[in-house]
């Protein structure tokens, strides 16, 4: 099976460097990891990550870009995958506009900066799991 | 003889006025008795054997009436009356005709009857026409007195009323001869019966037709009515009394119908026609004209009975006016010889008086005393004088009585003393003095004048009253504005009080209500004291406080007969012994607000208008007293509500400041979000940073160290020190791109290397990218696993520190801007700072808004320095530039430029946003203006930019078209320190 991919994009490169840090650290090898500092790259990767057959676990996101917000980034990746799973890590957005993205099912989780590293691992394996479940419901 | 006689002229009316004297008819030598009694009045009024009445016609003068003479007419050219007559209205006095021109060579004059003395006074109809004289004549000079002048007068009016009297009766008699001949005429059967049917008198054709009848006698006498009735009974009934009745002579040979017709209240006409051969039928009293034949005699009938009408009202008409006339000339009479009899026993008794009183002062009723001046032992006493200083005649006390009439040597030296008064017996005399030469005396005059003086006096009193009400008032106008109203009320009281004397005085206010009076105090005048007042409420007295309303005083002579107040008596009016009020109402304008109380325990007979008035006027003074009560209320009102208005004012004033300092707390709270993210990035950095470095420390670094040999180690900080910072990609996208450049060489090169992925990693985060000499050494070492290993251990490790280094530089650079910005002084600090820095930190605090769309260009050269508060301008630097991202959504490019001249700094902030409408540049400095939505912005925040530029003695100004919009700040590059405030 091949392995799934994890896109993290952020315009902070302390930010992007302290995800992939714990993201490289927890999980190693067990998925492809993908950087980007700005949205559209992110999305020129997420194309090209369709091309080479690669399924996509998560989007982690800032909310605050340049060039569109994370909401609006979110409803791109959406119409390319509609499915797509999506982490909202911001340091200024109210807990009812979180809310009110979750409730739209626009993404599925939104984490408050600075974030807990247990909390963002925990929320990967259960993805993790879940997906798996659902690709190998015998297993 | 030639006689030379001044020819008298002739009046303007002449003509008419001759036609006027015939109309009356009078010239005749008829004596008639009425102007004979006149003539003789005018005689002995003026005492000359002489008296006329003339009239003076065309050339002759006729003598009417006369006493003294026989002729009964004259020539007129020798007339004296038609000199009269020139002057209708006045009386012509000759005192002495042979003095005067106009008669010297009359022969009346100069012989029989030898007139010398002639007083005229014209005789003047109604229509004005002077128709002679009445006229005294004297053969010697005299002179006559007013009264008697008055009295020709009127005599001369009363001849007129005779003749003209005399002229209606004429006319009368005319007319009744008219009438008489107008009622034979028309009616030749009439008889005139008084209310018992007695004959008064009939007609001449009657006689001729019942030649037998004879006044006197009934009726009856002669005649038959063809009723059951008579006619005076008919009479009664105003209904019948013109029907046709019909009688007949008692032999029944003659028949006559007829009307009946009232004459007066005694007597009444029968206006007969024969009826001759006729049959006629009578039944019910109703008579069947049809049946009469001859139509001709009702035609006749109808004719007759109106003429005769005619005649009958004028008779009457006329009879009535003479009586009248004949009453009133009666009347006139008597009168005038009533008065003239009056008037002569007046002048004669008051002649005889003064001569009694002159020459007999026994008779004299008041005291006189008459003392001789050489010889002081002459002395009279009237008997009036007597009684007064009670002396008898023989024993006059000359000394007693020099002193009551306070005479000493000089007053009768003196001869004229001027009048004093004296007092004798408690009466008041007035003294006057006379000297009396026929007997060398002086005589003194007592004038009882103790009545006048009483009456002076009482006049003084009542003055003084008035004068005292007066004084009060102006008293209780002057009371002290200082007092409270019930303490005015009080003295008011008791000045009334005192004034018009009332027991108990007090005043009364009424609520607002309008259902209970009250008063606080009421002033008792016996103690002089005041006790507490008390309050009636409406339900107790309706009717009272009905009686409230009227706006006039309530006058109540006796309480317990007065309805207004009954309400009042058991537990008031009785107990207080309170037998008589007056209730003055208390008006504002039409209202009534009160009321003044004045109480009497005793019954009055009277209020006097005075004290009414006066209590009017206190009631004014009163009301005003109420009002400035008001107003000085409503001053402190308003002196309260000035206080608190001035209150707000520093409020105000306070709050502006605060609202400043919210302005500014506003500003730092538009940027916290932004400095918290700004923060916040470096804080998730430096922790992800810190906890790596833990776990690589504790948990594998150096765990593997342990198992490394010293060679893999030291290849490892080979490979390490080959870290080129410069080369380290930046980016993501260089991040992939070098991957896969890095592992398409590897995979050339070392087509057998396994975990390519790992060591491209490795190598690119070292910046190795392009450098394969250097790093194929390495890849071709047996323990390239661990090398590899460690150094990518390394090189994370290094990366940590510099997140963390970077982060702490970050969240440093954010909390420097900060401290730039609030200055983290409280107090106002002037002094001098760099303006690039300045700038720099706002653009740091901003950055989280300009870094993702917005360009920012900070030209300001690094070395001017300007003088300002550096909080302040802070805040102008950080508003412009945060307005410029907000209008343009982030997404703008923003220059910030600096020029100067000799004095100033000019600093330019301009953005290429959307333009400022041009109508609105000119408010966007007010105060609250603001085109952000609500919540958004205060509407302060350029105001206040304005301000705090002022305060730095500066200006700002802004430009803005569609390609730029510009603020232009110009700040002096000297403050003059006194007026930063």
Same mark, same amino acid.
């Given at each position: ?8 994009v ?18 190693? #090898? ?12 992110a ?11 690669i ?19 979110? /409803? ?7 499915n ?17 993205? +979750? ?37 | 003889?030639e006689?030379e ?34 003539? *003789? ?20 003068? @006729? ?19 038609? %000199? ?9 006095i ?38 002679g004289t ?17 009295? /020709? ?45 007695q ?5 001449i054709?009657?006689?001729?037709? +019942?030649?037998e009848?004879?006044?006197g ?7 038959? @009515? ?35 017709r ?19 039928? /009578?039944?019910?009293? &109703? ?31 006329? &009879? ?27 002048i ?13 002062p026994?008779q ?41 009439l ?21 009466q ?49 106008? *002057? ?45 008792l ?7 507490d ?47 008589? +009020? ?16 004045c ?19 206190v ?19 308003l ?95 260089d ?25 491209a ?19 071709n #070492? ?64 901003? @950055? ?28 102008? @630097?950080t ?24 004095? &100033? %700094? ?26 952000? *939505? ?48």
């Amino acid at each position: 099976m091949n392995k799934l991919a994890i896109l993290a994009v952020d315009d902070e490169k302390i930010i992007l460097d302290s995800i992939k840090i714990q993201l490289e650290k927890n999980f190693n #090898h067990k998925f492809i990891f993908d950087y980007a500092d700005n949205p559209e790259e992110a999305l020129e990767v997420i194309d090209e990550l369709t091309q080479e057959d690669i399924s996509l676990l998560l989007v982690i996101s800032d909310y605050m870009m340049p060039g569109m917000t994370g909401e609006e980034f979110a /409803i791109k990746v959406k119409s390319k995958i509609k499915n797509a799973n999506i982490l909202i890590l911001t340091g200024h957005m109210s807990e009812e506009k979180g809310l009110d993205l +979750m409730k739209k099912n626009i993404v599925l989780k939104v984490m408050q900066k600075p974030w807990r590293e247990d909390l963002l691992i925990d929320f990967i394996n259960k993805l993790s799991e879940n997906v798996e479940e659902q690709n190998n419901p015998n297993r | 003889m030639e006689l030379e006689i001044t020819q008298p002229l002739f009046p303007d009316n002449e003509h008419e006025r001759l036609k006027a004297l015939s109309n009356y008819n009078i010239i005749s030598n008829e004596i008639e008795a009425e102007f004979d009694e006149i003539v *003789k009045l005018a005689a002995n009024i003026c005492e000359t054997p002489i008296g006329l009445i003339t009239f003076v016609d065309a050339d002759k003068q @006729w003598l009417k009436s006369k006493i003294g003479v026989s002729i009964n007419q004259t020539e007129r050219s020798v007339s004296f009356c038609t %000199h009269a007559i020139l002057n209708p209205h006045e009386i012509m006095i000759v005192d002495d005709a042979r003095e005067d021109a106009r008669f010297a060579n009359n022969p009346l004059v100069k012989g029989d009857p030898n007139i010398v003395f002639y007083a005229g006074m014209p005789l003047v109809d109604e229509s004005g026409y002077a128709l002679g004289t009445l006229c005294t004549i004297d053969n010697k000079p005299r002179k006559l007195t007013q009264n008697q002048i008055e009295a /020709i007068k009127i005599l001369s009016k009363q001849v007129v009323n005779m003749l003209h009297l005399r002229l209606k009766n004429a006319q009368l008699t005319e007319s009744r001869k008219r009438l008489t001949d107008s009622i034979n005429f028309s009616s030749p059967y009439y008889l005139l019966l008084d209310n018992h049917d007695q004959i008064l008198s009939f007609g001449i054709n009657f006689q001729k037709s +019942m030649p037998e009848v004879e006044v006197g006698k009934s009726f009856s006498t002669y005649f038959n @009515w063809q009723s059951v009735f008579n006619a005076s009974s008919l009479l009664s009934d105003k209904d019948k009394h013109e029907k046709l009745l019909f009688f007949e002579s008692l032999d029944r040979t003659k028949k006559f119908k007829c009307t009946v017709r009232k004459n007066d209240e005694d007597s009444y006409f029968i206006f007969a026609v024969p009826v001759i051969n006729t049959l006629y039928t /009578i039944a019910n009293y &109703n008579i069947n004209i049809t049946n009469f034949p001859r139509q001709d005699y009702i035609a006749e009938y109808l004719f007759l009975q109106q003429s005769a009408t005619r005649g009958l009202e004028d008779f009457q008409k006329l &009879n009535k006016s003479i009586s009248d006339k004949n009453k009133k000339l009666e009347e006139a009479k008597n009168t005038l010889i009533k008065a003239n009899s009056t008037l002569e026993e007046r002048i004669n008794a008051g002649v005889q008086k003064i001569k009694n009183l002159a020459l007999f002062p026994e008779q004299n009723p008041n005291p006189v005393v008459e003392i001789g001046i050489a010889n002081s032992d002459f002395i009279y006493v009237n008997p009036s004088a007597r009684r007064l200083m009670g002396c008898n005649e023989d024993n006059v006390d000359l000394a007693k009585i020099k002193k009551h009439l306070q005479i000493n040597d000089d007053v009768l030296n003196q001869k004229n003393s001027s009048k004093i008064e004296i007092e004798i017996n408690h009466q008041i005399f007035e003294r006057n003095v006379f000297f009396n030469e026929q007997f060398n005396s002086i005589r003194f005059y007592l004038h009882d004048i103790t009545q006048i003086k009483a009456k002076e006096k009482e006049e003084k009193l009542k003055t003084a009253l008035f004068r005292k009400k007066q004084e009060t008032l102006n008293r209780i106008r *002057k009371i002290s504005d200082e007092l409270s109203l019930q303490e005015k009320f009080k003295l008011i009281c008791k000045a009334l009080a005192q004034v018009i004397k009332c027991d108990r005085c007090s005043i009364w206010l009424l609520n607002e209500e309008m259902n209970s009076i009250t008063t606080n105090h009421v002033y008792l005048l016996e103690q002089d004291t005041f006790v507490d007042g008390i309050e009636i409420k409406y339900e107790t007295a309706p009717k009272y406080f009905k009686s409230l309303e009227r706006k006039s005083p309530l006058l109540i002579y006796n309480t317990l007969s007065n309805e207004a107040i009954v309400e009042l008596s058991d537990n008031y009016l009785i107990p207080l012994n309170i037998m008589s +009020m007056l209730n003055m109402p208390l008006l504002q304008s039409e209202d009534t607000i009160g009321l003044i109380c004045c109480e009497f325990l005793e019954v009055q007979d009277e209020f006097s208008a005075d004290t009414i008035a006066f209590c009017a006027s206190v009631s004014d003074i009163i009301v005003l007293a109420y009002e400035t009560e008001g107003l000085k209320e409503s001053q402190q009102e308003l002196e309260i509500k000035n206080k608190l208005l001035k209150e707000n004012m520093d409020q105000i004033i306070n709050m502006q400041s605060e609202i400043i300092d919210r302005e500014k707390l506003a500003t730092l709270g538009m940027l916290i979000a932004g400095i918290a993210h700004e923060i916040n990035s470096p804080l998730g950095a430096i922790k992800a940073s810190n906890d790596f470095l833990h776990r690589i420390f504790i948990d594998s670094f150096i765990t593997s160290i342990k198992n490394l040999t010293p060679e893999t180690i030291k290849a490892g900080l080979g490979l390490f020190a080959l870290l080129d910072y410069k080369l380290v990609a930046n980016t993501t996208r260089d991040i992939r791109m070098f991957q896969k450049e890095l592992l398409a060489k590897l995979n050339q090169s070392f087509p057998a290397l396994e975990n390519k992925v790992f060591y491209a990693n490795v190598l690119m985060e070292l910046g190795l990218q392009n450098k394969s000499e250097q790093y194929e050494d390495y890849i071709n #070492h047996p323990d390239k696993r661990n090398i590899f290993y460690f150094t990518q251990q390394l090189v994370d490790i290094s990366k940590s520190v510099n997140t963390i280094s970077l982060a702490v530089n970050r969240a440093g650079a954010v909390v420097k801007a900060l401290n730039t910005f609030s200055h983290g002084s409280v107090d106002y600090e002037i002094g001098s700072f760099n303006l690039h820095d300045s700038f720099s930190s706002v653009i740091t605090l901003l @950055w989280n808004k300009i870094k993702y769309s917005a360009y920012i260009e900070n030209t300001i050269p690094k070395e001017i320095n300007i003088t300002g508060n550096a909080d302040e301008l802070s805040q102008v @630097w950080t508003n412009i530039i945060n307005n410029a991202l907000q209008a343009s959504d982030n997404k703008c490019m923003i220059s910030i430029e600096y020029a100067e001249d000799a004095n &100033n %700094h000019i600093i330019s902030i301009s953005n290429n946003g959307p333009a400022i409408p041009e109508d609105i540049i000119p408010k966007i400095f007010d105060a609250f203006f603001s085109t952000k *939505k609500r919540g958004e912005g205060t509407g302060l925040g350029l105001n206040i930019i304005k301000k705090i530029i002022e305060k730095h003695q500066g200006n700002i100004v802004c430009h803005s078209n569609s390609s730029k919009t510009t603020f232009l700040i110009s700040l002096p590059k000297v403050l003059n320190e006194n007026s930063v405030a």
